[in-house]
């Protein structure tokens, strides 16, 4: 029988310790910095702070499962996805709204295509729907908010800028696209063709999260540091 307290070679257990003790540093790192930027780019560090705040919570609760029971925290995963992801996703408007005037298009289409990813996702892995109509659903929602990014309206916008902002949405939309895809591969693995046991898929999804979310906010705060002038 488990314990609930860690034990030292619970590798999983101490995963999710470490990456919750991130959590908390980024956002006491992202609220205190957010001031120190330009005005136009505060709101972009505002949410990176809500992300890894949120995630904070989320991973104070996951561990607990994990270290008490052995299996994985599904239900505390999902509800930090659905709250995180679309705040992940208005990143991108933000970030060309700090230097450019944008159409309200752009958040509406990537609220609603990470929405549309989550939901299939949840009713799949939660048994309402059939796993494979989850998993169809949640990787159109994906396809769409990759679209947008690499060709629709926010991709032209962030095209015609230069320099560092150009750089961060590049960045960021790599993110999206190639440390987004351990989630859904990990659902493949998972539920459809097996092959991946609950602990792998727990430490990789927790380093995953580390990049998506906390690296993915210092990116942003970098580029915003970079605007800013001197002695600001
Ligand atoms: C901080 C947490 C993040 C960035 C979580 C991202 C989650 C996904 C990109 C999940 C994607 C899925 C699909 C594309 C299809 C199957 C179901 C999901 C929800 C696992």
Redesign the pocket.
Same mark, same amino acid.
């Given at each position: 029988m488990k314990t609930a307290m860690l034990a030292s070679n619970d590798f999983v257990g101490i995963s999710f310790w470490l990456i919750s003790m991130a959590m908390l540093a980024s956002t006491v790192f992202f609220f205190i910095e957010r001031n120190s930027v330009k005005a136009s780019w505060r709101t972009s560090i505002t949410i990176s702070g809500l992300?890894t705040g949120i995630?904070f919570v989320h991973y104070m609760y996951m561990r607990e499962v994990w270290v008490s029971t052995g299996t994985s925290p599904t239900v505390y995963r999902y509800i930090?996805?659905l709250l995180?992801?679309p705040l992940?996703m208005i990143e991108f408007y933000f970030i060309l709204s700090a230097v450019k005037k944008v159409s309200s298009g752009i958040f509406w289409r990537l609220l609603v295509g990470s929405l549309v990813?989550?939901i *299939? +996702?949840?009713l +799949?892995e939660a048994g309402y729907i059939n796993i494979t109509a +989850?998993?169809v659903i *949640?990787?159109a *929602?994906?396809i769409y908010i990759l679209y947008e990014i690499f060709s629709g309206e926010a991709a032209k916008e962030a095209a015609k800028l230069k320099g560092p902002v150009n750089g961060c949405f590049n960045f960021c939309k790599w993110v999206v696209t190639l440390g987004?895809s351990i989630?859904?591969l *990990?659902?493949l693995f998972g539920y459809m063709i097996g092959g991946t046991d609950e602990a792998s898929l727990n430490i990789i999804y927790n380093l995953a999260?580390l990049l998506?979310?906390t690296i993915f906010g210092l990116v942003i705060y970098q580029t915003a540091k970079n605007l800013t002038p001197a002695g600001k």
């Open positions: 992300v995630a930090d996805w995180t992801v992940l990813m989550l *299939g +996702g949840y +799949g +989850g998993f *949640g990787m *929602g994906w987004w989630y859904p *990990g659902y999260d998506n979310k």
